[in-house]
């Protein structure tokens, strides 16, 4: 494999393809399946991933917001997209490029319904989100009288599926609530069903929900986090290979004497004849200010090399001084061997943010 020569972002579209095989594995073979492609496709690349999981026939896309919906169907994607979040300003784009919302509040549901009779839609697409516990977005079982009596009043729109999400569907201690989570959407998608005219999809499980909760599969599953590689868990990241790999490469390096220090506000002080390196990529590009001062680190010619002083916007500097290595050498931020995830508890945060951060003026580099 070629030697990074700049920053870049290296997209294996063959970890993909295993990945959505070994989540596909996982569920029966009539359980539909949702890719989640939302923030840049998990800070990929939204079109490219996109399209690969089109050939492997994908039958649904999430995005966040109707821009991203947008973007896949400039790209030529036809798959259909559920919106997640989406807001009223943009109904008229929503419907006008065939994406389907998530609606989880009665004002969502009635100014829908009243933009759907605006473009002369006849049984538009919709999906609703309940809250059975994560208390972010969703109708709640109060809601439902006042849901029946929007869907009896309009042939605009049809309930395309009803959804809810997992809190905790990674947290064996969290066992009970999940179950708990489990049966409270059965029985509103059963209360559902007695004012809709439609059998609408029924989907709860997100990554850690499908391999941890078969009973939950229902006809659909979304995944987003597994698709990428990462399991939340270090039993399922070993059946999964991470898409993504940062790297970059060394810019300059100093010989620095004790007591000299580097980088802003002079945070780090040698205590020895050192040698720094200088990188070029920074909190600009997702590298968090939380990883300096040793927190963070890469890996050059296979040794780590801890992050000193403040992360720059721009670049970050560490210490090679028990590294062979000279300027213009690779260096790797992550990648399939040294996970994101890992790189991500030095920090105390999630693999999500690693990868969702990456800067979006990296070269993405297909592999």
Do not use: W
């Not at 697409?125 to 006042?146: A, C, M, Q, S, W």
């Not at 809810?164 to 509103?188: C, D, K, M, V, W």
């Not at 560490?318 to 000279?326: E, T």
């Amino acid at each position: 494999m070629p030697k990074a020569k700049e920053t870049v972002l290296e997209i294996d579209l063959g970890a993909l393809t295993h990945n959505f095989n070994y989540l596909k594995s996982k569920i029966q073979p009539n359980t539909k399946f949702l890719a989640v492609v939302k923030a840049f496709a998990y800070g990929s690349d939204i079109t490219t991933i996109a399209k690969h999981l089109e050939t492997l026939k994908v039958d649904y896309f999430a995005v966040a917001y109707c821009a991203e919906g947008v973007a896949l169907r400039d790209a030529g994607i036809t798959t259909p997209i559920l919106v997640l979040h989406p807001q009223p300003v943009n109904f008229k784009t929503i419907i006008n490029r065939c994406l389907e919302p998530s609606v989880y509040s009665e004002r969502l549901l009635r100014e829908f319904i009243t933009a759907a009779k605006a473009e002369k839609q006849v049984h538009y697409p919709v999906h609703l989100k309940f809250n059975t516990g994560l208390n972010r977005l969703g109708f709640k079982r109060d809601d439902l009288e006042i849901i029946a009596k929007h869907f009896s009043s309009t042939s605009s729109v049809y309930c395309k599926s009803i959804f809810s999400h997992l809190a905790a569907s990674e947290a064996s201690e969290e066992r009970l609530f999940t179950e708990q989570q489990i049966l409270e959407f059965q029985g509103l998608y059963d209360a559902c069903q007695k004012f809709l005219d439609d059998a609408p999809i029924k989907h709860l499980c997100n990554t850690s929900g499908v391999l941890n909760y078969p009973k939950a599969h229902y006809d659909m599953v979304r995944c987003g986090i597994g698709l990428y590689g990462f399991g939340n868990s270090a039993t399922f990241d070993a059946h999964l290979k991470p898409v993504a790999r940062l790297k970059s490469v060394i810019s300059q390096i100093h010989q620095v004497h004790a007591g000299d220090t580097v980088g802003y506000n002079r945070a780090y002080k040698a205590s020895r004849e050192e040698r720094i390196a200088t990188i070029p990529i920074g909190h600009a590009d997702g590298i968090n200010r939380s990883f300096g001062h040793g927190k963070g680190y890469v890996f050059i010619n296979e040794k780590k090399a801890s992050i000193v002083g403040n992360v720059c916007m721009d670049m970050i500097m560490v210490n090679v001084s028990n590294i062979d290595c000279k300027e213009g050498d690779e260096v790797i931020v992550f990648n399939g061997k040294h996970k994101a995830s890992t790189l991500a508890e030095s920090a105390h945060t999630i693999s999500y943010e690693i990868l969702t951060a990456i800067s979006q003026r990296i070269k993405r580099q297909l592999l």
